[in-house]
């Protein structure tokens, strides 16, 4: 995690990628860290940082808008529980979210727009 952020042109306060954020705040959320270990850990100027990450990583996430059904019936055993689910549904927008991630960063490093807009006509040769 080297690349994890970069300074801005004008100097100042670090920019942190999405993924870090992530990653700090769901270690937090194990329970296994505090704010001040996982600075620590991460090299961060101070507790604060991760406390940010976990306030962005918390808006990011009520901004999913999952939507898991409240009623899980668990009389067939071959129904997975409402927490997997959840859980499933979770690592999937995550995965979502990784790859938009990635692809905004190529699209910045090669200059190209790599998503399809809508809309776009094909063209008529």
């Known amino acids: 995690m080297k690349q994890r952020m970069t300074k801005r042109k004008s100097g100042g ?7 870090f954020k992530i990653l700090v705040s769901r270690e937090y959320l194990t329970g ?10 991460y090299n961060l100027p101070g507790e604060a940082t991760p406390r940010y990450f ?15 059904p409240q009623v899980v019936d668990s009389e067939d055993h071959g129904i997975k529980n409402e927490q997997e689910l959840r859980d499933e549904l979770f690592a ?7 790859l ?12 190209a727009g790599l998503v399809k807009k ?8």
Do not use: R
């Not at 306060?13 to 993924?19: E, L």
């Not at 296994?32 to 850990?41: I, N």
């Not at 938009?100 to 200059?111: M, P, Q």
């Not at 809508?118 to 040769?125: I, M, Q, Y």
């Open 32 to 41: 296994k860290f505090s704010y001040s270990q996982l600075a620590e850990k």
């Open 118 to 125: 809508s809309g776009a006509k094909s063209s008529k040769k």
């Open 100 to 111: 938009e991630i990635l692809i905004k960063k190529a699209e910045e490093l090669h200059g």
């Open 13 to 19: 306060q670090q920019v942190y990628s999405d993924s």
């Open 92 to 98: 999937a927008n995550l995965k979502i979210t990784a």
């Open 54 to 68: 976990m306030k962005w990583y918390q808006q990011w996430e009520s901004n999913l808008d999952l939507e898991v």
